[in-house]
Each structure stands twice: as C-alpha cells, then as structure tokens.
C-alpha cells in the first residue's frame, strides 16, 4: 500500500486495534486542535479574531483548560468577552422584527446573535473541516487502493454515528456497483461487531453470576468502554482503560 502524505492518517487510524477506526481519527484531530489553540498559534491575529468570533463549546472549553497555559487561556476569553460584549450591546439597541404573513416567528437581533454563538466553537469548526476531507479520503482510498480495502475489511468495525456518515459519504463519490459493495462490507463489519460485543457484555453480567465466578473473563472484562464507544463515540473511556 503505497502512502501519500493525506492517506497517512487514514492507514494509522485502520491500524489501530479499535472499535471505530474513525473515532480513533477524529480524537487524534481533537486532541491536535486543542493543543494548537493554546500554542504559540493564539498570538497570532487571525487565529485570534477567530476565537474571539467563535469561541468554544463547553467540552472544548473545558479541553483547552487542560492545557494548563492559564495565560494563554486569559488572554483568548479576554478578547472574546471583549468581542460579545460589543456584538450585545449593539443588537440590544436593535428592535426586534415583528412577525409577517410569510415568517411567523418574530426575529430578535440579539437572541438570534446569542443562539448562533451558543452553537459556535472554534474548535469544533476546525476539527469538522478536516475530518469531512478524511472521511472522503476513506472512501476514495478504499475505492482505489487494494490493500488498504483489506485493512477494511479485518477491521472492528465503526461507531453507529461512523456508520452513518461512511454510507453517506459512499453515496456521493461511488458509482452504483462500487456503492453496492461498500455497503455490503461496511455493513457486515457493523453488524459482525456489534454483534460480538453485544455478547462480550453478555458474559460480563454473567460474572456477576455465583455460577461463573471462577471462569475466565475471555474478551469481556473491557466490554463497556468499547460498547460506550460502539454507542456513543467516546473514545476517552479506551484511552483511560489502556492507562488502567
């Protein structure tokens, strides 16, 4: 499988011994984001005018308060309070738009201001813009790239949410016969290995049982972060069970 700079990521991901490839992908994007926000980069002023636009959603926020560079951190909600408080005090002095005969809801300046920076974050933007070309990269690769269509399919398969978006994203840039085929296989990848953990929490509860006590854990004894990852798509819960 020969590699290209943008398929790098994409082949470390699929050979990765995880139960959703693109979880796994989309955490290492995650956790670069955040350490690039509260780098060197925040002194830089278009980086700068961006958090102060966009600033963070409350995991993300959160995340770059990790990062221990409280400086950092003062100087970027400094300047992005600075930023909403203008943007507020402008809107308060703007009427709200009445109601008419083809928009009946009343448009409010200022709530619809505070609705859209209640959705915004920088971080997330800055993840979802590179993580929508890898999951092209995905589908493009697994099209054209044998051995990278056989690290596919020996995988664990995906994330529900992962599921999803792979179908999608093979809708658009397969043809018919392809699509049949990526379907077929992302599907039985899917199915197989929610299947498989579904009885790995199975046995789980069945140690709880007297009759089983002494019988070995076999492949279950991690089954619920890696079921909360099938489900949910939180990869920290694998991160924090390999430190265990």
Same mark, same amino acid.
């Given at each position: 499988?020969?590699?290209?700079?943008?398929?790098?990521?994409?082949?470390?991901?699929?050979?990765?011994?995880?139960?959703?490839?693109?979880?796994?992908?989309?955490?290492?994007?995650?956790?670069?984001?955040?350490?690039?926000?509260?780098?060197?980069?925040?002194?830089?002023?278009?980086?700068?005018?961006?958090?102060?636009?966009? $600033?963070?959603?409350? &995991?993300?926020?959160?995340?770059?308060?990790?990062?221990?560079?409280?400086?950092?951190?003062?100087?970027?909600?400094?300047?992005?309070?600075?930023?909403?408080?203008?943007?507020?005090?402008?809107?308060?002095?703007?009427?709200?738009?009445?109601?008419?005969?083809?928009?009946?809801?009343?448009?409010?300046?200022?709530?619809?201001?505070?609705?859209?920076?209640?959705?915004?974050?920088?971080?997330?933007?800055?993840?979802?813009?590179?993580?929508?070309?890898?999951?092209?990269?995905?589908? &493009?690769?697994?099209?054209?790239?044998?051995?990278?269509?056989?690290?596919?399919?020996?995988?664990?398969?995906?994330?529900?949410?992962?599921?999803?978006?792979?179908?999608?994203?093979?809708?658009?840039?397969?043809?018919?016969?392809?699509?049949?085929?990526?379907?077929?296989?992302?599907?039985?990848?899917?199915?197989?290995?929610?299947?498989?953990?579904?009885?790995?929490?199975?046995?789980? &509860?069945?140690?709880?049982?007297?009759?089983?006590?002494?019988?070995?854990?076999?492949?279950?004894?991690?089954?619920?972060?890696? &079921?909360?990852?099938?489900?949910? $798509?939180?990869?920290?819960?694998?991160?924090?069970?390999?430190?265990?």
């Amino acid at each position: 499988m020969k590699e290209k700079l943008y398929t790098i990521p994409i082949n470390d991901a699929f050979a990765m011994d995880s139960e959703c490839p693109i979880c796994a992908m989309k955490t290492i994007l995650e956790n670069n984001a955040v350490e690039f926000t509260m780098g060197p980069s925040y002194m830089e002023d278009d980086i700068r005018m961006e958090t102060d636009r966009m $600033g963070f959603c409350k &995991a993300h926020m959160k995340m770059v308060f990790d990062q221990n560079n409280k400086l950092g951190l003062a100087l970027v909600l400094k300047t992005h309070i600075d930023r909403t408080n203008k943007e507020i005090e402008k809107r308060m002095k703007m009427p709200p738009k009445k109601a008419s005969f083809f928009k009946k809801e009343t448009s409010n300046p200022l709530t619809d201001y505070i609705d859209e920076l209640n959705k915004s974050c920088f971080i997330c933007d800055r993840i979802n813009n590179t993580f929508e070309r890898y999951l092209h990269t995905v589908v &493009a690769t697994w099209k054209s790239d044998a051995a990278f269509r056989e690290l596919y399919a020996k995988g664990k398969g995906f994330c529900t949410e992962h599921y999803g978006d792979l179908l999608k994203e093979g809708a658009k840039c397969l043809n018919q016969k392809e699509l049949d085929e990526f379907t077929e296989i992302t599907g039985k990848l899917y199915l197989d290995n929610m299947k498989r953990l579904a009885e790995e929490l199975d046995w789980f &509860a069945d140690k709880f049982d007297y009759r089983f006590k002494d019988a070995p854990w076999k492949n279950s004894k991690d089954s619920i972060p890696r &079921a909360m990852i099938k489900t949910n $798509g939180i990869m920290e819960m694998d991160d924090k069970k390999k430190k265990d």
